[in-house]
């Protein structure tokens, strides 16, 4: 039997999830002093923010404005390195399963109908599920990137949902009209400008719910701002009419102390005033060109836009909450899918593992349960988010997730004795056993290889999985645009070697099929800066690239002829 086939997580019944809350003695509320009920929960989910683009975060733009997000901040707790996941698909994937992408088994996508997939849901169950089983109503509103089977009546009672993965013909359209589905109902045009009428969906469900106050409710929200082709709404045109981004230091190459696909990333050409410019966004379903012009300054300015509304629906959606007198039994968490590259590092885009690619702004509120305008400085990642959800709602973990809970620092920020960190992967367009082994053909997507790191206190541990690839660590206080990579100083080699194997016994713990196989990494040396080349490549003889190339003729040679067009972008 194949590795895909096993039924790694399989859904649980509802009785079983039951008895499971009798027999371990589990109470359906947190159990804390004075507390006799569960908390609603509402996720809203944002796409491709960074938080550079929050004002309410260290390194965002001083330009930059988003009154209705740092409200909640000041309210509540910001995390300030919370990382969801690595790609729109991926992440979501996680943010319902618990797992990682390489955990993530039947996954199948379609690329010739990109975003066409399909997973099986029995071998892939979604964990609102087990909401369900302990009391909770629940609700999905918006954008549905996970699989063609969208979850209404095993993980939804309510849902409204634009389904990618099944209209592929609409994909595209995340600021204009969009195929919903209702209740699995039939598929309705929808007009209008989505951040608007999503956050309209929201409302009536929260105020809805007002009647039920003895049922507890999860909603998630799911926004497709600010995703390219970053379309501002009609009213937001004349915002941020100054936007000045300064030229991020390693927009072009080289970039000295990185692995060697970070010297071709090129998305950004130098203009004849020596800023970047980038003419057009391309994105699987078309491309786009900024309606301002092609400087960095532009594409910022439009992007802003997208966030402008984002931020305005946000606080036009706590505000209903708050009037409907669910705050204080209601904990609210904002975050994104991931962060998205400016310029930054050469990119226009996620997936690689660096901050300005991946790291969204997370915050949770509950006002009362949390301490306001409060701050943590632990990473986590989005399995532990899941495991958080869970463990604030009295709902057991139904199958085994990779998450650790954080419940202990929504009330402690700044807990001494916390002593997990935060793993993140990238397997390109590969799921679950197909992650045994590192991928063949389409090694790069949008340039980009294979990766894991791991992140603990102001450290960050990068391993690109190509062989004899250098590694990576950054202090991300006193470098936060990891541009120094430490591992070209001597000094931090043993830090390396912890944060490698701490990185390799998360793999172990998660399951990873690919662990086994890691490739070898460039060997920490004494003169190991001496032997990056100008361009920041590890000294890797000519030699062994050819073997590495007729190697690859021999295994597929009717495909080598044409093997540059598996670079996916």
Same mark, same amino acid.
């Given at each position: ?25 589990? /109470?359906? *509320?947190?159990?804390?002093?004075g507390e006799s009920r569960q908390p609603n929960i509402l996720f809203i989910l944002a796409d491709d +923010? ?7 975060? $260290? ?34 994937? @996680? ?14 996508l379609k690329l010739l109908d990109y975003p066409a997939a399909e997973y099986d849901p029995d071998k ?15 609700? &999905? ?32 359209? #995340? ?6 589905? @209702? ?5 309705? =045009?929808?007009?209008?400008?989505? *951040? ?29 701002? %600010? ?17 000045? +981004? ?14 060697? #696909? &970070? ?16 003419? !057009? ?12 012009? %092609? ?5 910022? !300015? ?71 305008? /409060? ?15 869970? /463990?604030?709602?009295? *709902?057991?973990? $139904?199958?085994? &997730? ?34 045994? !082994? ?20 102001? #450290? ?13 660590? #950054? ?24 944060? !490698?194997?701490?990185?390799? %016994?998360? =793999? ?22 001496? &032997? ?21 003729? %021999? ?14 972008h």
């Amino acid at each position: 039997m194949q590795e895909d086939s096993r039924r790694l997580f399989p859904r649980p019944p509802a009785f079983v999830l039951i008895a499971l809350f009798v027999l371990t003695g589990a /109470s359906p *509320t947190r159990g804390n002093a004075g507390e006799s009920r569960q908390p609603n929960i509402l996720f809203i989910l944002a796409d491709d +923010v960074s938080y550079r683009n929050i004002s309410c975060y $260290p390194g965002s733009y001083d330009w930059v404005k988003t009154p209705g997000i740092d409200a909640l901040a000041r309210e509540g707790m910001r995390f300030t390195r919370g990382y969801a996941g690595t790609w729109c698909m991926a992440s979501r994937t @996680t943010l319902m399963t618990g797992r990682q992408q390489y955990g993530n088994r039947s996954m199948k996508l379609k690329l010739l109908d990109y975003p066409a997939a399909e997973y099986d849901p029995d071998k892939m169950p979604l964990w609102p599920e087990a909401l369900r089983s302990n009391g909770y109503h629940t609700a &999905m509103i918006g954008k549905w990137h996970i699989g063609k089977e969208a979850g209404f009546g095993t993980a939804w009672d309510h849902q409204r949902v634009w389904n990618r993965c099944k209209h592929t013909q609409n994909a595209h359209a #995340y600021y204009e009209a969009q195929i919903i589905e @209702t209740d699995g109902g039939e598929p309705e =045009l929808i007009e209008g400008y989505p *951040t608007d009428f999503y956050t309209d969906w929201a409302i009536e469900y929260v105020e809805d719910r007002t009647g039920s106050a003895n049922q507890p409710w999860f909603l998630w929200l799911c926004y497709g701002a %600010s995703h390219g082709p970053f379309t501002p709404a009609e009213r937001d045109l004349d915002a941020f009419p100054v936007v000045e +981004v300064s030229v991020p230091a390693d927009v072009f190459p080289p970039r000295p102390g990185k692995p060697r #696909y &970070m010297q071709k990333i090129g998305v950004w050409k130098e203009g004849a005033d020596g800023r970047p410019k980038m003419e !057009r966004f391309h994105t699987p379903k078309g491309s786009t060109v900024c309606r301002y012009g %092609s400087d960095l300054n532009d594409w910022n !300015r439009q992007y802003q836009q997208t966030i402008k509304s984002l931020d305005e629906n946000i606080a036009r959606l706590i505000a209903a909450l708050d009037a409907s007198g669910q705050k204080e039994n209601t904990l609210v968490v904002f975050t994104a899918d991931q962060g998205f590259a400016f310029g930054q590092h050469g990119f226009a885009t996620k997936m690689a593992p660096y901050d300005h690619n991946i790291r969204p702004p997370l915050i949770f509120r509950q006002p009362g349960r949390l301490p306001a305008n /409060s701050v943590c400085t632990h990473p986590v990642a989005g399995p532990d988010i899941v495991s958080t959800l869970l /463990s604030e709602s009295g *709902t057991l973990e $139904p199958w085994e &997730m990779h998450g650790h809970s954080f419940s202990a620092l929504l009330t402690e920020p700044n807990l001494k004795t916390w002593e997990h960190g935060a793993l993140l992967a990238l397997t390109g367009i590969n799921w679950g056993g197909n992650t045994k !082994r590192l991928p063949r053909l389409v090694k790069h997507v949008q340039g980009i290889p294979w990766w894991v790191s791991y992140s603990k206190d102001q #450290y960050k541990y990068i391993r690109t999985l190509e062989k004899n690839e250098i590694e990576e660590l #950054y202090d991300l206080e006193k470098d936060p645009n990891e541009l120094n990579n430490l591992a070209l100083d001597p000094a931090f080699h043993p830090l390396i070697v912890t944060m !490698r194997e701490k990185a390799e %016994s998360e =793999l172990a713990r998660t399951g990873a099929p690919f662990l086994k196989r890691l490739p070898p990494v460039c060997e920490l040396q004494s003169d190991i800066s001496e &032997m990056m080349s100008a361009s920041g490549d590890p000294g890797r003889t000519r030699e062994e690239e050819e073997a590495e190339r007729q190697k690859n003729r %021999s295994r597929f040679p009717l495909l080598h002829p044409i093997s540059p067009f598996f670079e996916l972008h």
